[in-house]
């Protein structure tokens, strides 16, 4: 009966229900599920300090490493209820992110899920951005954005750049930059209430030593170790982190105290889990230089390329209006000729054991005709030199 481990009250782990939104155009920026997957591996690694790395802490810090107690698990179930594998895809230009709010057309809601958007681009140079609980300027912006080749390891990412998704959460979970609340590392010493890291100016590259990190007071090491600097050598949360972040999971600000509810946990699928799930038919077509290009003309061909997400599709099938030809009507991509001019229109059916779903997008056929009236022909014969 001497096991004093059992005395021990088991921490509390705060488990947080979470979507990703991946936008794409067809091309790299529509990361797999796998590298998803790492990601979120990645996220409960972290946040449960369970990553290898903190043997590489600092002496000055290595009783200071926090556990956040927080596990993430990618949703089953959608707001309505409906089987999701917790990853939505959308073909939309917006891939190259303007930072627009109107632009947050997917966020499910942000008490029952954590969202990430991911993009290709973000035009304000960043990586990723969010905002602190309670700051966000709408609701569906209260979410996370960021790049596709900073979401994990494999595909696209990789493990220098995966840790910029622990760090986003942390300001999504009310963690500051170390140094306060500037995105301006190098400049100032400053404060960001968590006692236990130091005064700091934050580091944008990684210090050589111990020694090269006392900048702010002498004699004292700064934690650009720390996942909330821009070091890119992050190995750890304090304590004093992990519990405000903690407390932000009880608070009401934002919401974020519904996310680990049990109540919440079953209506987002996470405890216990549903599915497996039908596929969401989707698709962009390719013409061999332009992605979703859907006006062509008479006799011309487009290559459709099946974007189907949600799960894998085990049989599809292709059809179209117009007497087009389908080279490959099972297949993906499949090439489509429309010999006649008109509002065409091509439907995916994808299909799995679960279920089916269909996707119907109109192809505007030009007649040729019309290139040959808005051309402007010119001849240089009868100019002869003077
Ligand atoms: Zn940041």
Redesign the pocket.
């Known amino acids: 009966y001497k096991n004093p481990e059992q005395k021990m009250t088991a921490a509390p782990i705060y488990t947080i229900p979470v979507v990703f939104h991946v936008l794409h155009m067809g091309g790299s920026e529509n990361i797999s599920d796998a590298q998803i997957l790492d990601a979120v591996n990645i996220l409960n690694r972290d946040y449960q300090k369970l990553n290898s790395d903190t043997s590489l802490v600092v002496t000055q810090f290595k009783n200071l490493i926090g556990d956040a107690r927080v596990e993430f698990r990618l949703a089953t179930k959608d707001p309505s209820g409906n089987c999701t594998n917790g990853i939505t895809r959308h073909i939309d230009p917006n891939t190259n992110w303007t930072s627009t709010l109107s632009h947050y057309i997917y966020s499910w809601p942000r008490n029952m899920y954590m969202n990430i958007y991911v993009v290709k681009t973000i035009a304000s140079g960043a990586a990723?951005?969010?905002y602190l609980p309670g700051t966000s300027p709408s609701l569906a912006s209260d979410a996370i954005v960021i790049l596709h080749d900073y979401v994990g390891s494999i595909g696209t990412g990789n493990a220098g750049t995966s840790r910029a998704l622990t760090?986003?959460v942390?300001?999504w979970l009310n963690l500051?930059?170390v140094w306060g609340g500037t995105?301006n590392p190098g400049v100032a010493c400053g404060d960001e209430g968590v006692s236990d890291t130091p005064i700091t100016k934050g580091f944008s590259s990684c210090p050589s030593s111990t020694t090269a990190a006392m900048i702010c007071n002498p004699g004292i090491v700064e934690n650009y170790q720390n996942y909330?600097d821009?070091s890119y050598c992050s190995r750890m949360f304090t304590t004093g982190q992990a519990t405000r972040m903690n407390n932000a999971l009880l608070s009401a600000t934002a919401q974020r105290n519904n996310l680990s509810s049990s109540g919440n946990l079953t209506a987002t699928g996470v405890n216990p889990t549903f599915g497996p799930c039908a596929p969401i038919a989707d698709f962009y077509t390719y013409s061999g230089v332009t992605y979703n290009l859907y006006t062509i003309c008479a006799g011309q061909s487009l290559s459709f390329v099946d974007a189907s997400y949600n799960a894998a599709v085990t049989s599809r099938t292709w059809s179209s209006t117009g007497g087009a030809t389908i080279s490959n009507v099972n297949g993906s991509p499949t090439t489509i000729t429309f010999p006649n001019p008109g509002v065409q229109t091509v439907t995916l059916v994808s299909s799995n054991a679960q279920g089916s779903s269909t996707k119907t997008k109109t192809v505007n056929v030009l007649p040729n005709a019309a290139f040959i009236t808005n051309s402007y022909q010119e001849s240089f014969e009868g100019t002869g030199l003077p």
Do not use: A, V
């Open positions: 990723g951005y969010t760090h986003e942390g300001h500051p930059h995105n909330m821009y």
